[in-house]
């Protein structure tokens, strides 16, 4: 009598799985209820669909699940059983809005379906290019599919380092104690680009002078041939000693290290050896996993701006690409950065629904596994005007992000920034700024010009 034969990892899965080599694509059904999930062993990934009626979504939810994980259109030999059992993606649920139980009206053409697919962790590991690739990758192709968010398991974010200083940490590197915390104020220095390192260095001083606590390099402006990083570190460092003697208030200045690979981390290596205070990355243009090696980096000992350009590219659409909650919160948060330009939806140019802002800043700031909580910096076309709905809807630990409302104001850039500053010392006394504005000239002129709340308009 033969010896018994092992149970295969097929047997020991809690639902049988059928032989991919014997059924179509369509026959396969990886499903399985909520409950019979273990969360702690998968990713969640939930989507958006929105398909003509002819389409049965709740029998094309397990090939989208087949494709982005063990499978492809056809059935193959090698997808075994036992392959299956540990690696194949399981569809969790299947809701369709509005849900629909005994007939579709005859007026519909497309049905639309919240879909859960549950990804085996062991296929993606504690990276950015396999998480995107298992849950995005080529359904992205597929018509209108947009993913909505990302539930992780403990374990894959353990893999994480997240921010290295975090909100805690940026108030310590600028003295802040925590009983004076206060909105931070930030300054992207304007023109964007083209301007010589002298005139650079006098718009950062001014601006610091005025009090703003960090001043960054415009996005548009990293290790050009008219205007070398280092070149700006060394003078710009020097402002900020100057301005601390005068004011006894320190400036973070975040350098733009964007560029190529490696040089971005010889330029950022050489940036911290200069003196340099702080670094700015462009995240999606270098790719989340440069600027999380960036931030793991044990020679890179200062926080890390993490700027948002590129990211309408991902969550513009409504019914395609990812949604801004994971391009502007939890993918930067994974990969290190200690704060996040993101765009201001209560007054600001950029077209951003007011309830997707707030959604962000939680997946910013809202407990995430061990992760430190990144400082979300609102910011786009902000005057101080705009102070009093950021603070409301964020709180006092955040950074204001303002360019042209400090660097146009009739008197200076150091009128623009004590402006602002004004206005947030008016806000977090209560003061409405109308009245704050009669007190303090610099804010009044503002007010005067800003006086109305920029709004998009479609």
Same mark, same amino acid.
């Given at each position: ?5 092992? &149970? ?5 899965? @809690? ?8 059924? $179509? ?18 990713? /969640?990934?939930?989507?958006? =669909? ?12 397990? !090939? ?25 993606? @399981? =569809? ?11 007939? /579709?009206?005859?007026? !519909? ?32 192709? $597929? ?31 600028l003295g802040i104690s925590k009983n004076k915390r206060r909105p931070l104020l930030n300054n992207m220095i304007k023109p964007c680009s083209g301007y010589p390192l002298e005139v650079g260095t006098e718009l ?10 960090? =001043? ?17 570190? &060394? ?7 100057? =301005?601390?003697?005068?004011? $006894? ?21 050489? !940036? ?43 969550? #513009?659409?409504?019914?395609? $690409?990812?949604?801004?909650? /994971? ?34 800043? #939680? ?42 409302? /400090? ?39 503002? #007010? ?11």
């Amino acid at each position: 009598m033969p010896a018994p034969k092992k &149970k295969s990892a097929a047997k020991k899965a @809690k639902a049988p799985v059928p032989e991919a080599c014997d059924l $179509g694509p369509y026959a396969a059904e990886p499903r399985s209820l909520p409950e019979g999930i273990d969360f702690e062993e998968n990713v /969640i990934a939930t989507y958006y =669909v929105s398909f003509p009626k002819e389409l049965d979504v709740v029998a094309l939810a397990p !090939v989208l699940a087949i494709e982005q994980s063990t499978g492809t259109w056809t059935p193959v030999p090698g997808e075994t059983p036992e392959i299956r059992a540990q690696h194949v993606a @399981k =569809v969790v649920n299947v809701f369709e809005c509005p849900d629909y139980e005994w007939a /579709i009206p005859s007026d !519909v053409t497309d049905r639309q379906h919240i879909v859960q697919i549950a990804f085996p962790a062991a296929n993606i590991e504690a990276q950015i290019p396999m998480l995107l690739t298992a849950c995005l990758g080529n359904i992205s192709m $597929g018509g209108k599919i947009k993913l909505l968010d990302l539930r992780m398991p403990k374990a894959l974010l353990d893999g994480f380092q997240g921010p290295k200083f975090g909100i805690d940490g940026i108030y310590k590197a600028l003295g802040i104690s925590k009983n004076k915390r206060r909105p931070l104020l930030n300054n992207m220095i304007k023109p964007c680009s083209g301007y010589p390192l002298e005139v650079g260095t006098e718009l950062f001083y001014k601006a610091a002078l005025g009090g703003c606590d960090v =001043v960054k390099d415009d996005e548009l402006i990293a290790d050009m041939a008219y205007n070398k990083v280092i070149a700006r570190v &060394k003078a710009y460092m020097k402002k900020e000693k100057r =301005v601390f003697e005068e004011t $006894g208030e320190h400036t973070l200045y975040t350098v733009n290290v964007t560029d190529r690979l490696p040089k971005m981390f010889d330029l950022a290596h050489a !940036v911290v050896e200069a003196g340099g205070n702080a670094l700015m990355v462009n995240y999606l243009a270098i790719g989340p996993e440069a600027m999380r090696s960036l931030a793991e980096d044990k020679n890179v000992g200062v926080p890390i701006l993490a700027h948002m350009d590129c990211a309408g590219a991902f969550y #513009m659409s409504p019914e395609h $690409g990812v949604s801004s909650s /994971i391009v502007l919160g939890k993918i930067p948060r994974l990969c290190g950065a200690d704060f996040l330009v993101v765009p201001f939806a209560l007054g600001g140019k950029a077209p951003y629904l007011p309830e997707r802002f707030r959604q962000t800043t #939680m997946t910013l700031t809202y407990p995430f596994g061990d992760l430190l909580p990144t400082m979300p910096m609102p910011s786009g076309g902000m005057t101080p005007i705009n102070v009093p709905d950021a603070v409301r809807e964020l709180g006092r630990e955040i950074m204001i992000g303002s360019g042209g409302g /400090i660097h146009a104001h009739p008197y200076g850039p150091v009128a623009g920034a004590r402006a602002f500053r004004q206005a947030i010392e008016a806000t977090m006394s209560g003061i409405p700024l109308e009245e704050a504005g009669q007190q303090y000239e610099e804010l009044g002129v503002s #007010m005067g010009i800003w006086g109305k709340k920029t709004e998009f308009k479609m």
